[in-house]
């Protein structure tokens, strides 16, 4: 172990931070929202351009981030084609919205999955 990493740990027994990924934008979104309901606070929201992040703080004050990686070919890039990373901002409220409109997409696929199905068998 090099002597910098052995000095580290001697002087603090806590972790830099914790990085939670989750699979989608609105499998985020549901933990926020939760994490909103049951009144946990929250130190920050922010738009990296190739992923969103939230930031808290778990009960012995480390770092947790709760973040989603946008797909690779929606990420931001510099005029010569290489990957631009920034701070920016995250609307909560915005991101929110992704639980009631994937809600509303789902309950129309399974109307229109219904309706097929009803039409199919009054038919037949």
């Known amino acids: 172990m090099s002597p910098i990493y ?15 990924l989750y ?6 979104a549901i933990a926020v929202k939760r994490l909103l309901d049951a009144g946990y606070p929250l130190t920050g929201a922010a738009d990296h351009g190739v ?6 703080d778990d ?3 480390n770092g ?4 989603y990686d946008r797909p690779k070919d929606h990420w931001p890039k510099k005029l010569d ?4 990373m920034y701070t920016r901002p995250l ?4 991101l929110l919205l992704e639980i009631k409109l994937s809600f509303f997409a ?5 109307t229109f999955y219904n309706l097929l199905c009803f039409n199919i068998n009054k038919s037949c």
């Open 81 to 84: 084609g290489s990957v631009e």
């Open 59 to 61: 009960p012995d004050e």
């Open 23 to 28: 699979q989608t934008r609105r499998e985020l």
């Open 106 to 110: 789902e309950a129309n696929f399974i």
């Open 6 to 20: 052995t000095d580290y740990f001697e002087y603090t027994n806590r972790a830099q931070h914790t990085a939670i």
């Open 91 to 94: 609307s909560i409220k915005d």
């Open 64 to 67: 947790v981030e709760l973040y």
């Open 51 to 56: 992923s969103e992040a939230i930031y808290l």
